[in-house]
C-alpha cells in the first residue's frame, strides 16, 4: 500500500495562519498573542521536519516503506515521549478489545492474549468460558488454529480467528512446557461475571474482580439476594479488585452512601478540585460491613473502600492497596484507533489514596501469594484476611 503519509503540513500551517490572523484581527493582548505565535513557530517546525524526513527517505530510501507502519509508529512515538505510563495508543484491533472489556462481554472461546515469539499466548482465562472447560490455561501458547500455524496466519489474523461469531468451532494445537497438544472449542458471545456472593453463618460476602460496565447490575443483585436471605453482617472483598473506569464504582456507592454525601471528588492537572458525584442514600445499609483490600486493590475498587470507609466507619482489613487514583479519558481517532490520557486524580470526599493507597484499619500480613489462583484454594479457616473480616464483623454486630 503506497500512499502519502498524511501529515497534513499544507492544511496545518494555512490553519495556524488563519488563527494568527484572528487573534490579531480581534485585538488579543500581545501575551496571549506572543505565546500562540511560540506554539505556531514550533508546531511548524515539527511539521517542517517530518515532511523533510519523508522526502529523503521517499527520494533515497533503497527499499519497502510500510505506510500502515509507519503511521502507527508515529502515534505511538507521539504518546511514548509524554513521559507517563498511564497514557497509551491503542490500534483498531486493541481499542476493540478495550471497549468490549470494558463493556463486561466477550466473543470468542474465553481468553485474552499476548504475543510471544509471534505466537498468542494466553494471559487470561475468563471463568465458565468454553477455553476454561477446555482446560486451557494461562502460560499456553496457541500453536495452530484449523490445521494452520499461527505464526504464519499473524498475531492479528490469528486473534481474529479466536474471536470469530458465536457458534464457531475451532481446533487448536497448544503448546505448554514444550508439549503440544489438540483442542475444540466453540465461540460464543458471553456476558462476563464480576460479582460472586458467599454465606459463612449469618454473614454474607460479595466478591467484587472487576468494576466494568455490568458490575453495578451485578452487584445490586448480589446484594439484594443477600439481604432477602436475612444475612446480619456483609464483607465486601475487593482484593485483587481493578478496573479502568470510576463510574461502576460510583453508581454503586451512590445508593449505598447517605443522601447528599459526595461520593467522589476529581483533582484536575491544576490542583482544582470538583465534585464528580453525590450519593442518593437509597439503599444505605443498616448491618455491620467491612472491607477486604490487598496491594492490588486499585483506581475504583480503593475509592469503593475508601468511600464506605469514610461515611459508613466501614473498617477494611488486609493489606494497603495499590495508589492509583488516575482517572482516564478515552479520545477515539478517525480510523478506529485511539489514545487513553489520565486527566485528574479521584479521591473519596476525605480520603486522597494516589501515590499512598488505603491503609488498613486491621492490617493482615499473610505467608502466602494473594492471587486469585491462590485464594481460590483457601476457606474462611485458612484465609487469614477473610478469617480476621469476619472477626471484625462478628464483634460489631455484638456491641
Do not use: W
Not at 509507519?70 to 504518546?79: D, M, P, R, S, T
Not at 456507592?253 to 490542583?271: C, H, N, R, V
Request: glycine letters at 8%.
Amino acid at each position: 500500500m503506497n500512499r502519502k503519509i498524511p501529515i497534513g503540513l499544507t492544511v496545518a500551517l494555512m490553519a495556524i495562519a488563519a488563527a494568527i490572523t484572528f487573534i490579531v484581527s480581534t485585538s488579543y493582548t500581545m501575551n496571549i498573542f506572543n505565546g500562540l505565535v511560540a506554539d505556531v513557530q514550533q508546531r511548524a517546525e515539527m511539521y517542517q521536519k517530518l515532511e523533510q524526513i519523508d522526502a529523503y527517505v521517499r527520494a533515497y530510501y533503497d527499499g519497502t516503506l510500510d505506510e500502515d507502519k509507519l503511521i502507527e509508529a508515529l502515534a505511538n512515538g507521539y504518546i511514548s515521549i509524554l513521559d507517563d505510563a498511564d497514557a497509551r495508543y491503542m490500534t483498531a484491533q486493541q481499542y476493540a478489545l478495550y471497549r468490549e472489556h470494558l463493556s463486561g462481554t466477550h466473543l470468542g472461546i474465553g481468553v485474552y492474549t499476548s504475543e510471544d515469539g509471534g505466537y498468542p499466548t494466553v494471559s487470561e482465562v475468563i471463568a465458565n468460558s468454553p477455553a476454561s472447560m477446555a482446560g486451557i490455561s494461562v502460560g499456553d501458547s496457541i500453536i495452530e488454529i484449523n490445521g494452520k500455524p499461527a505464526i504464519d496466519l499473524g498475531y492479528a489474523a490469528a486473534t481474529d480467528l479466536l474471536r470469530s461469531p458465536s457458534g464457531t468451532q475451532l481446533e487448536l494445537t497448544l503448546r505448554s512446557d514444550g508439549v503440544d497438544r489438540k483442542t475444540a472449542v466453540s465461540t460464543v458471545q458471553m456476558t462476563i461475571g464480576t460479582v460472586s456472593t458467599s454465606i459463612y453463618n449469618n454473614l454474607g460476602r460479595i466478591k467484587i474482580t472487576e468494576f466494568n460496565e455490568k458490575t453495578y447490575q451485578q452487584f445490586m443483585a448480589a446484594y439484594s439476594s443477600l439481604l432477602s436471605q436475612g444475612i446480619s453482617g456483609l464483607i465486601i472483598d475487593l482484593r485483587n479488585t481493578g478496573g479502568e473506569i470510576f463510574d461502576p464504582a460510583v453508581n454503586i456507592l451512590g445508593p449505598m452512601l447517605p443522601q447528599g454525601t459526595d461520593i467522589a471528588i476529581s483533582i484536575g492537572k491544576d490542583g482544582a478540585e470538583s465534585v464528580y458525584d453525590t450519593a442518593l442514600g437509597t439503599r444505605v445499609p443498616n448491618i455491620p460491613l467491612c472491607v477486604l483490600t490487598n496491594s492490588r486493590t486499585s483506581g475504583p475498587a480503593e475509592l469503593f473502600a475508601a468511600a464506605l470507609h469514610d461515611n459508613l466507619s466501614a473498617p477494611t482489613v488486609g493489606t494497603t492497596t495499590a495508589g492509583d487514583g488516575s482517572f482516564f479519558e478515552t479520545y477515539p481517532l478517525y480510523d478506529g484507533t485511539a489514545i487513553i490520557l489520565p486527566i485528574s486524580k479521584m479521591r473519596s470526599s476525605v480520603t486522597a489514596f494516589d501515590g499512598t493507597g488505603v491503609k488498613p484499619d486491621y492490617e493482615v500480613p499473610v505467608p502466602y501469594d494473594d492471587t486469585e489462583a491462590e485464594l481460590s484454594t483457601l476457606d474462611e479457616n485458612t484465609d487469614l484476611a477473610l478469617r480476621r473480616g469476619i472477626e471484625v464483623v462478628t464483634s460489631q454486630i455484638s456491641e
